[in-house]
């Protein structure tokens, strides 16, 4: 079946430093995948997306790149602020059938200090 | 601004008391998703509605069940709360109609605390 890894956290970083969080999938075919974020008591808020290879999602300067060839979707950001500290899921939805199902990765927790 | 929105934001609740829990939507998608996420773990999606039509996940207990009475509405409720039932309920929404546009959308969730 499908499957999301990403890297276990949490992932500890000073304010202006940059990020990368691993995302890598197992799915048949082109799925769409997702970066949400989770801030703490809050629901997820989709960050980005992409839907087919080489496509680059980016969103309040985050960015990922959708790599058939190593079937990953790393999430980046060229310089990060306090208020970055959340939780980062990686998803999928299946490109055919599987009802629109997301499956998500574990979650990586970020810490942003001063 | 359209959204959408679970209602109450915290619920609490007694061992074995039910209890529903409310989801609405003004996207107007034709897909609501119910997901149970336990601290620090990712959402597990108890079940969906494609329209009218409900679908069950194969490991999602009886004592929970889903009622949906239009398109804007959906409910959970949980007929018979347990400690391990304590948790953050998510829902989410998305459109199939399109074909092409399948994101999910979630609501800010609702933390249940089984007492």
């Known amino acids: 079946g499908d499957s999301v890894t990403q890297m276990e956290g949490p992932v500890t970083l000073s304010e202006e430093a940059f990020l990368t969080i691993n995302c890598t999938y197992t799915a048949t075919g082109y799925p769409s995948l997702f970066w949400y974020v989770q801030y703490p008591g809050e629901g997820l808020q989709l960050l980005l997306k992409a839907t087919k290879a080489d496509d680059k999602g980016s969103n309040k300067g985050f960015e990922a790149t959708y790599r058939k060839e190593t079937t990953s979707f790393h999430l980046e950001k060229g310089s990060v602020q306090v208020s970055d500290s959340a939780v980062y899921f990686c998803a999928l939805t299946p490109s055919t059938g599987g009802g629109n199902k997301l499956t998500f990765g574990t979650g990586t927790q970020l810490k942003v200090e001063l | 601004d359209a959204m959408v929105i679970q209602n109450p934001r915290y619920q609490v609740t007694q061992f074995g008391k039910p209890v529903t829990l409310s989801c609405s939507q003004t996207l107007n998608h034709n897909v609501m998703y119910w997901y149970q996420q336990k601290s620090s773990q990712a959402p597990k999606l108890l079940f969906h509605?494609?329209?009218?039509?409900?679908?069950n996940e194969a490991d999602t207990p009886d004592n929970f069940q889903s009622r949906r009475p239009n398109t804007s509405f959906c409910f959970l409720d949980i007929r018979s709360p347990g400690l391990g039932d304590a948790a953050m309920y998510l829902c989410?929404?998305?459109?199939?109609?399109?074909?092409?546009?399948?994101?999910?959308?979630f609501g800010p969730g609702t933390r249940l605390l089984v007492l």
């Open positions: 509605y494609y329209d009218k039509d409900f679908n």
């Open positions: 989410a929404t998305s459109s199939l109609r399109s074909g092409t546009e399948e994101t999910q959308y």
